[in-house]
T-cell receptor, first 114, second 114 residues
Framework: DTGVSQNPRHKITKRGQNVTFRCDPI?????LYWYRQTLGQGPEFLTY????????KSRLLSDRFSAERPKGSFSTLEIQRTEQGDSAMYLC????????????FGQGTRLTVV | AQSVTQPDIHITVSEGASLELRCNYS??????LFWYVQSPGQGLQLLLK??????LVQGIKGFEAEFKRSQSSFNLRKPSVHWSDAAEYFC????????????FGSGTQLTVLP
């Protein structure tokens, strides 16, 4: 499978715990994006990387959220001290660099904070 | 600020009938426009995109969309709907300089009756 891969697909955690998600982009894509989607809403942009550099972060990305892409390949998104409001689908996407390119999305990680 | 409005939260059509899903956008520069489809619990699949050129764009699964700059619209159409088209549809806007940091609408849920 050469698509965007996200793990785990589902995560249930207790409030206050830390969680980490992983995204493996399409191998030749140097741009990687994280989005969050709450129930009944469209995805909202969180952050993106070009290679290993994190170039933009949304105001939605509070201090409890941190994303890394250490070698410019896979990325991790960590949420510390989870809150019930963090329950959402976390989507990862990747694209080639350049203006006329499209983003390909993974199947997402569904987080439930209880 | 950029925004996308999908005025129809839910649309029901009979199989074989035609379909039009509405999308209006607000964007300060030349928009890049996208339609994605999402099945329950899944990620997003790109149906079609508009970057420039011909304002009528063809996508996968028999979908097409027309960019109308004067109306700030990018409506999605299909002449004959199939039961497998039942899903949620998202319109999104980005720009040449914004990589693929997209702003999504809140989606339109499509139900197809047999």
């Amino acid at each position: 499978d050469t698509g965007v891969s996200q793990n785990p697909r589902h995560k249930i955690t207790k409030r206050g715990q830390n969680v980490t998600f992983r995204c493996d982009p399409i191998s030749e894509h140097n741009r990687l994006y994280w989005y969050r989607q709450t129930l009944g809403q469209g995805p909202e942009f969180l952050t993106y990387f070009q290679n290993e550099a994190q170039l933009e972060k949304s105001r939605l990305l509070s201090d409890r959220f941190s994303a890394e892409r250490p070698k410019g390949s896979f990325s991790t998104l960590e949420i510390q001290r989870t809150e019930q409001g963090d329950s959402a689908m976390y989507l990862c996407a990747s694209s080639l660099q350049g203006p006329d390119t499209e983003a390909f999305f993974g199947q997402g990680t569904r987080l439930t904070v209880v | 600020a950029q925004s996308v409005t999908q005025p129809d939260i839910h649309i029901t059509v009979s199989e074989g009938a035609s379909l039009e899903l509405r999308c209006n956008y607000s964007y300060g520069a030349t928009p890049y426009l996208f339609w994605y489809v999402q099945s329950p619990g899944q990620g997003l699949q790109l149906l079609l995109k508009y970057f420039s050129g011909d304002t009528l764009v063809q996508g996968i699964k028999g979908f097409e969309a027309e960019f109308k700059r004067s109306q700030s619209s990018f409506n999605l159409r299909k002449p004959s709907v199939h039961w497998s088209d039942a899903a949620e549809y998202f319109c999104a806007v980005g720009g040449r300089a914004s990589a693929r940091q997209l702003t999504f609408g809140s989606g339109t849920q499509l139900t197809v009756l047999p």
